[in-house]
């Protein structure tokens, strides 16, 4: 059964920094691109980040350009999102998924259950 | 920058079909795949299609979607609308720098 779960969300304060992972199991984990998405609360989902199997290549939004860094550990099936400076427009649940194919700009065909980051003073 | 815009709710009895559509803001809609994906409340989403209109497997036919360049529009179609169909369905691709770009979400209610 394929399966990811995330780990690492909790409280930070502005300006502060986190460090997101994501363990992924049921498949070839160095076969697919992977991907990070938010939803604040209430709100609808936004696309985060991406990096492609062999994790030469990676994806930003531009709201997080700079200041968050996506990488693997393929021997590890891991995933992570370290995120620095943060702000509270960073607070939401941070959803870990699975890219259909090798490349990251591709469809997201499983998901994690998601991490809450709460930014606040 | 390149936006997909969803009605902001839509609602429909069981057993009825429903549509749900989004619209690129500009460019094409067609340039690059269209997923959509489906969220319960309290859940994660879930991908009901990709590809433009490829359904994943334990996907029921009932759903279904298609392009239409001429309105620059993705649709995501629900046939026999069920209880369970409930949620907020979410159309998403990426744009032409490879970030991606959910749509605003729209809210089924099956009445």
Known sequence: EVQLLESGGGLVQPGGSLRLSCAASGFMFSSYAMSWVRQPPGKGLEWVSAISGTGTRTYYADSVKGRFTISRDNSNNTMSLQMDRLSADDTAVYFCAKVLRFLGPNALDIWGQGTMVTVSS | ?111
């Open chain 2, 1 to 111: 920058n390149f936006m997909l815009t969803q009605p902001h709710s839509v609602s429909e009895s069981p057993g009825k079909t429903v549509t749900i559509s989004c619209t690129g803001s500009s460019g094409s809609v067609a340039s690059n795949f269209v997923q959509w994906y489906h969220q319960r409340p309290g859940s994660a989403p879930t991908t009901v299609i990709y590809e433009d209109n490829q359904r994943p497997s334990g996907v029921p036919d009932r759903f279904s979607a298609s392009i239409d360049r001429s309105s620059n529009s993705a649709s995501l179609t629900i046939s026999g609308l069920q209880p369970e169909d409930e949620g907020d369905y979410y159309c998403q691709t990426y744009d032409n720098t490879n970030q991606g770009i959910f749509g605003g979400g729209t809210r089924l209610t099956v009445l």
